[in-house]
């Protein structure tokens, strides 16, 4: 699988910005598809997630209320809608793919990868 992210961009506090993670390859239809954020200094971490096959959706509680994953099986696109973005939302944010058949937060389990896209949100 080949994903490719974009959107990215810089927003004041409160604003809001959607990304978007195309996905090309072998078939995919599956996986479970996942935003995932590094901030300078920290740990990639785990934002959201969407089983493609059932459109079923996992959050951070971080961003729970406030970020929605989708999914246009047609576009073969992932989007994050984030909204209330607040300057702790700055980071490289990443898609990607997961083989696994159960819902996982870790970095380790996804196998493939887009190139991230810089989310700065000003104060």
């Known amino acids: 699988v080949q994903l490719q992210a974009c959107g990215g961009g810089l927003v004041q506090a409160g604003g809001s910005l959607r990304l978007s993670c195309a996905a090309s390859?072998?078939?995919?239809?599956?996986?479970?598809m996942g935003w995932f954020r590094q901030a300078p200094e920290k740990e990639r971490e785990f934002v959201a997630a969407?089983?493609?096959?059932?459109?079923?959706?996992y959050y951070a509680d971080s961003v729970k209320g406030r970020f929605t994953i989708s999914s246009d099986v047609a576009k073969n696109t992932v989007y994050l809608q984030m909204n209330s973005l607040q300057p702790d939302d700055t980071a490289i944010y990443y898609c990607?793919?997961?083989?696994?058949?159960?819902?996982?937060?870790?970095?380790?389990?996804?196998?493939?990868w887009g190139r991230g896209t810089q989310v700065t949100v000003s104060s």
């Open positions: 969407l089983r493609w096959s059932r459109s079923t959706t």
């Open positions: 390859g072998r078939s995919f239809s599956s996986y479970l």
């Open positions: 990607a793919a997961s083989r696994t058949v159960s819902f996982t937060r870790s970095a380790g389990d996804f196998g493939s």
